[in-house]
């Protein structure tokens, strides 16, 4: 899409490339424009950025501290690295503490990360695993937020980000934090037109589609077919 009114470009330097990108452009895209790959987990091209899970972020020359990459805003001159050994460093402790205290065998993407970054599997060995129990109260997906890193996205795409919904947003407190329903009602009391976007937009496994899991549970895929069936009768009886 195009600005009614184009922005003015600005100039600044990533990783030594110079780039120039409109006013008002993240840190984010102007890496992309410049070509380093930075890691994203919260955010997705179709969910707003909240700089919740903190991958994405980089040094810039003669600030302190690392600032999220998709919510912070280029300005002209800024000398930006997404590889320095302080980046590289808060990357693979962000993605030790999540392989630590989360199920994350489900997930490709960060399977991949914990290998470039070289995350050490026992640096917060006796860490407590998050295993709530996986719940299963509707005919179309399964919620195993034993997997869930909490990154958001699921609560943006049912609300402002695309269904409009509403049906998600946080629960407990705390270790114990985790997506719920309001007031923890099974997904079929709630607002939920099963839309299946959350399923589409979850990065690690945690929302999976019903027949999905079922043949992954070892269930033959006849008795997945008259199981789902079932239950979707049921529904509408
Ligand atoms: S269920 Fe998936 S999409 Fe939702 S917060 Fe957890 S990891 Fe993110």
Known sequence: MTD?????MIELTIDDVPVRVPAGSTLLD????????VPVLCYS???HANGLCRLCVVEVAGRRGLYAAC???AQAGMVVHTRSPNVVRARRTILEMLDASVDLSESPELQALLHEYEAEPARFVGAELRQPPLLDDNPFYVRDYAKCVLCWRCVQVCAEDAQFTFAL????RGFHTQIDTFFGR???ETT????GQCVGTCPTGALRGKREFL?????????VLALTRRRKDKKKG
């Not at 102007?30 to 790959?37: E, F, K, S, V």
Request: glycine fraction near 10%.
């Open 30 to 37: 102007a890496a992309r424009l410049a070509g380093p790959d």
């Open 192 to 195: 939920c037109v099963f839309c």
């Open 169 to 172: 947003n946080f629960g407990q």
């Open 215 to 223: 043949l992954a549970q070892g269930v033959p895929a006849g008795e």
């Open 71 to 73: 919510v912070t805003e």
């Open 45 to 47: 091209d179709h969910t």
């Open 4 to 8: 009614e009114f184009p922005r003015p």
């Open 186 to 188: 099974p997904m079929t």
